[in-house]
């Protein structure tokens, strides 16, 4: 059976009203109060390795002060929002915690997004300020709201000390713009609350402590990067070692010359490590962690991992936007056994199984995944009907088919609006996207429903083929896939693309932009 890593004092505690969520007891007060008390326990030890250099505990405190002094010589005060347009560098850091410092809420934005969408972004928020890299973006001209833009090669102005605010741990700190593939992004509300709780969450699971060394190769403007290496990192005294893109060699290179020990990253990213002919050559030894989610790791993946690196410990994980990051994840111990798990649920998590009518199922049995608990947002910024629809009595609802076994490990079958109906069965996609890519041929690949007068839909399946592998390659997957598969579930076409599937930055396979229809 499968039991929690560890056992935390907990309680239950009322917050955001009428929620009764589970916590943990002893816990900093505030998400300022444990980044405060880290820089006072370890002001010589190594914060951050990025691109501009290295960083200890006491110089990122003396530069987050002086820009949050900057800011508030230029009339920020404790509320306001700021934006945040950087990408994976130490300033990035610097301006997440000069924010957090002065009280100020921060909305950290992908650098990749386009002027329209950061318009809507600043505009639906209300930011007054925006702290930006001076180089690869592609800004608005202005906002209504703006009264403050901040380049971060540009000198921040004031002076002074700036102590760290206090602010009540349910208040709003941080505002992500979710990622979905339909409709407006909607700003989930983390607070001071969830941020605590999911650091402390991966730092448990994981067994993580101050001499840990994370890698920070995901998006840091996104809840992987931000929660599960920036604040966990930070909020122990640990190092954070940024990549600013990632590209496997340079990774690898990285990994080994800076010794990390523990990594999140999306299961494309191990994939393309494995195909890096040198992988062999380098010190990886100090390597202990791999955690992954934001997709299914294919088993072969896996095998060639526990080949290749027998050192190194997968973790599956599950989370979101609204989830403050993760709220399950898969002990290494049950990788290769349960890998068609995403684990169990973290310490302070609740997790139902519901049908339909909003009934929980029996274990074993298909239904939507609910989740409730500290981590859960209270909802989206100015959006109360965005709210009401997805969070109910303090649970939210994912959008995602699952099932939870008698000793608590969840599967996630699919999203709900790509489970494939053809002719009444239902296909979840990403059962046969498991399968296919373990075919020696694929690289990787994806599932999708095509619209069929007669049976409703009919499967698709998109396959990037590694180098050199295309010849007859359609067949060959087809022939696999029979061992494995139900006959109705078996691909009835299969496009080759040379393309890399698209994705958001958060590495989901953007399946609206497959079918053709807006990403």
């Known amino acids: 059976m499968w039991r929690r890593l560890q056992p935390i004092a907990q309680r239950y505690e009322r917050h955001f009203g009428d929620r009764v969520v589970r916590c943990f007891r002893d816990r900093p007060a ?16 190594e914060s951050l390795v990025g691109p501009e250099g290295r960083l200890t505990y006491a110089a990122l405190d003396a530069r987050t002060e002086r820009l949050a002094a900057g800011l508030r ?5 404790p509320g306001d929002r700021v934006a945040i347009l950087i990408g994976n560098r130490g300033a990035f850091v610097e301006a997440l915690l000069a924010c957090l410092r002065l009280g100020v809420v921060a909305v950290p934005l992908g650098i990749r997004m386009a002027a329209p969408e950061i318009t809507y972004c600043l505009e639906d928020c209300g930011a007054v300020g925006l702290i930006h890299q001076p180089d690869g973006l592609d800004l608005p001209d202005t906002t209504d709201s703006l009264r403050m833009t901040l380049s971060t090669d540009a000198e921040p102005g004031g002076s002074g000390d700036v102590p760290w605010a206090m602010v009540d741990e349910e208040e709003t700190v941080c505002i992500l713009y979710t990622s979905g593939t339909t409709g407006r992004p909607k700003g989930a509300m983390l607070t001071g609350l969830g941020i605590v709780h999911s650091a402390l969450h991966f730092r448990y699971a994981m067994a993580l402590d101050e001499t840990d060394r994370t890698l920070l190769a995901v998006p840091g403007s996104h809840v992987t990067g931000l929660l599960a290496a920036v604040m966990t990192t930070l909020g122990m005294g640990g190092a954070l070692v940024i990549q600013e893109t990632f590209r496997a060699a340079t990774c690898l290179d990285l990994i080994a010359r ?19 002919p040198d992988l062999d050559r380098h010190d990886l030894s100090a390597w202990r962690i791999g955690g992954y989610g934001g997709a299914p790791m294919p088993q072969a993946t896996i095998a060639g991992l526990a080949e290749r ?4 410990g997968l973790m599956n994980a599950y989370g979101a936007t609204e989830l403050t990051s993760a709220a399950t994840l898969l002990p290494v111990a049950l990788a290769g056994a349960r ?6 649920a973290v310490h302070c998590a609740d997790i139902r199984i519901m049908d339909e009518d909003g009934a929980e199922v029996a274990p074993g049995e298909t239904g939507e995944l609910w989740v409730a608990g500290p981590i859960v947002v209270p909802g989206y910024w100015g959006n109360p009907t965005a709210t009401a629809e997805n969070f109910i009595a303090g649970y939210w609802r994912s959008g995602d088919v699952g099932s ?21 069965y239902k296909v979840y996609s990403a059962e046969v996207e498991n399968v296919l890519a373990a075919h020696p041929g694929v690289l990787e690949c994806a599932v999708i429903g095509d619209a069929c007068p007669v049976l409703g839909e009919r499967v698709r399946a998109i396959v990037v083929p590694k180098a050199g592998g295309a010849d007859a390659l359609a067949q060959g997957i087809l022939d696999h896939a029979r061992t494995h598969l139900s006959d ?12 890399p599937l698209p994705r958001n930055a958060n590495g989901k396979v953007l399946k609206a932009a497959l079918r053709g229809g807006p990403a």
């Open 30 to 45: 505030s998400v300022q109060a444990m980044l405060a008390d880290i820089i006072v326990r370890y002001p010589e030890r």
């Open 73 to 77: 010589a230029q009339g920020i005060e």
């Open 258 to 276: 800076e010794r990390v020990t523990n990594t999140i990253l999306v299961p494309a990213m191990y994939n393309l490590m494995l195909l890096e």
């Open 309 to 312: 690196l027998p050192g190194l």
């Open 339 to 344: 890998s068609d798990s995403i684990g169990g």
């Open 404 to 424: 939870m076994d008698a000793d608590g490990l969840v599967q996630i079958f699919d999203r709900r609006k790509d489970v494939i109906n053809r002719g009444g």
């Open 488 to 499: 109705y579930k078996l691909p009835e076409r299969i496009d080759l693309r040379t393309d």
